[in-house]
């Protein structure tokens, strides 16, 4: 079901997210349904959207969905960075559409998670992917692009398809 994006200044935006437990498997499938939903409806008015984290939707659970070439589901994730290497991106959200931030990213990252099948896996990043990836977690830990705005003037606004 298509769920309403938290949009930038919701107090939920700024929560830390509680880890995916036993008790909540029975939800999984229809948290990660309305992910799925809210994620094609964002792309269908926008024509963006490639992630969304669940805290965007209001679930305030550590799980991030993504879809590109295939269907990704990451319960309780973990982002490492194997060095130091950085790069500059302009970093736009579902929860601000048409407002891109200025921002420095890890160039690689390896985020490790749990699958819905309950597999421990494991996947390097690069440039995009990596900054995608990097930006979804920020969402678990109650963080913003905006709150990482390489300083006051790295705030653009974007037209929008709609």
Known sequence: MVKEILKLGDPALYEVCSKVQKEDMPMLETWVSDLHDTLLDYRKTYGAGRAIAAPQIGIRKRLLYMLTDKEYVFINPQLSFPDDELMEVLDD??????????????????????DLQGNPCEMALEGDYSELLQHEYDHLDGILATMRAKDNKSFILMQMKR
Do not use: E, K
């Not at 559409?97 to 890890?106: D, I, S, W």
């Open 93 to 114: 959200c579902m929860s601000f559409p048409g407002l891109c931030v200025r921002v420095m990213r890890h160039r690689r990252a390896v985020i490790s998670y749990t």
